[in-house]
Structures are given as C-alpha cells and as structure tokens.
C-alpha cells in the first residue's frame, strides 16, 4: 500500500524559510514524477513544483527562484524547500505520486503571517 506523509508546515513570517518532507513507503519514489501542489481556503489545489524520475524539475511561475523541489531517493523522499515566503504562499500543501496523482498526502499547512 503507497502512502505519503508531508512534514514540515507550520508557521512563518514573511520573508522566512521552510522545507517541506514527503516520505513514500509502499513505492519506490525514484520510478516516478513527484509533485507539491497547494491549496488556500477558497480557491482550487494548484501544483506548486514537479520532479521528474530524471531530475527534470518545473514550478509555478509565482514560486520560481523562491521554492526548490528535490529528491533523495536512496530515502524515499521528495522536499520542497521554501525561500522568501509571502502571506500569499499560505495553504494547505500536499504531496502527490505520479503525474496523474495516482496517491496524495494527507497535506501539511503552511501559514505565512505579513
């Protein structure tokens, strides 16, 4: 059974840092596109970064030169880590498996307080 569980929300200020974890079990992560997405109340889930099985990475255009999307595959996990944080970069994150998003995290919030 694949499972991914999402660690390291929490709350910030602006202009501060957080990295995000995602530890797969069940899969062997390193066979697949990873990806963060994001949703904030009221608006739809959005993807945030995507990480291909051959290190191909891509980002929103609002996170570029902000967030960096990596994997350690010899661990099974995927990080996000977040730079410069905006109160607008507040939302529920969630990791996802696949590009079709065969399997979701649970999703860790994030809060960025102005």
């Known amino acids: 059974q694949v499972q991914l569980v999402e660690s390291g929300g929490g709350l910030v200020q602006t202009g501060g840092s957080l990295q995000l974890s995602c530890a797969a079990s069940?899969?062997?992560?390193?066979?697949?596109?990873m990806g963060w997405y994001r949703q904030a109340p009221g608006k739809q889930r959005e993807l945030v970064a995507r990480i291909r099985s051959g290190g191909t990475t891509n980002y929103a255009d609002s996170v570029k030169g902000r967030f960096t999307i990596s994997r350690d595959n010899a661990k099974n996990v995927v990080y996000l880590q977040m730079n410069s944080l905006k109160p607008e970069d507040t939302a529920v994150y969630y990791c996802?498996?696949?590009?079709?998003?065969?399997?979701w995290g649970q999703g860790t919030q994030v809060t960025v307080s102005s």
């Open positions: 069940g899969t062997i992560i390193s066979r697949y596109t």
């Open positions: 996802c498996l696949g590009v079709l998003g065969d399997y």
